[in-house]
């Protein structure tokens, strides 16, 4: 019973084409994320969407555009890859009920390399 | 801005206890803290709230120093498990809902 799940779990391209990455959560929460992890792990949020409508969106080259079609899903594509987007990218998601103290549970991950 | 973690890095022989630094030059909601093994997702140990008690996960605990904008990990007794990297997160007041993240403790406990 995995409770965030994203696909797919290894994605290797080449600069300048386009990908998505899918993600699932079966927790009944309201808010998911998208976080970028790179090389020296440095976690850093990319998006937040609550119930489907776009809450954080922080400085992301606009070649990223998450898509929320349900508050259980949220993809993300990404245009035009460049070496730079090489990271392995996580979603989470949390109920938000409380924004200032909910838990953030993360999926596996994944990773993206670009060649 | 992203909360600053001391040390980098911590190499513990099994039993023995380290603690684990998280500052920030904003305000304080809340800090959360994570471990992340090699190859896997960040977990949730425990949220440290303003104004709120010490927690404790396992052998694990951390505290929450309002006026300095702190919290401490405190990992006593460690075991081969507890390796992998902590990451603090915080939640400053008027940033509703948004995790920053320091930079990681990488911890290796040996037997």
């Known amino acids: 019973d995995t409770a965030v799940s994203q696909t797919p779990k290894y994605l290797v391209t080449q600069m300048g084409n386009d990908k998505s990455i899918k993600c699932e959560q079966n927790l009944g929460h309201d808010t998911m994320y998208w976080y970028k992890q790179d090389s020296k792990k440095f976690l850093k949020i990319m998006f937040s969407y609550n119930n489907k409508e776009l809450i954080i969106n922080e400085t992301v080259p606009n070649r990223f555009s998450p898509k929320s079609p349900d508050k259980a899903h949220l993809n993300l594509h990404i245009n035009s890859l460049e070496l730079g987007d090489s990271a392995v990218y996580f979603c989470?998601?949390?109920?938000?009920?409380?924004?200032?103290?909910?838990?953030?549970?993360f999926g596996p991950g994944t990773r993206l390399t670009v060649l | 801005q992203q909360p600053v973690q001391s040390p980098q890095a911590v190499i513990l022989r099994e039993g023995e206890d380290a603690v684990i630094n998280c500052s920030s030059s904003k305000a304080l909601y809340s800090v959360h803290w994570y471990r992340q093994k090699h190859g896997e997702a960040p977990v949730f140990l425990m949220i440290?709230?303003?104004?709120?008690e010490q927690m404790r996960h396992e052998k694990i605990s951390a505290s929450f120093n309002e006026k300095k904008q702190q919290s401490s990990l405190y990992l006593t007794a460690s075991q081969l498990s507890y390796s992998g990297t902590y990451f603090c997160g915080t939640v400053s007041s008027g940033n509703t809902g948004k995790l920053i993240f320091g930079q990681g403790t990488t911890l290796q406990v040996k037997p």
């Open positions: 989470a998601s949390s109920h938000l009920t409380d924004p200032f103290t909910d838990t953030q549970y």
């Open positions: 440290l709230l303003k104004g709120g």
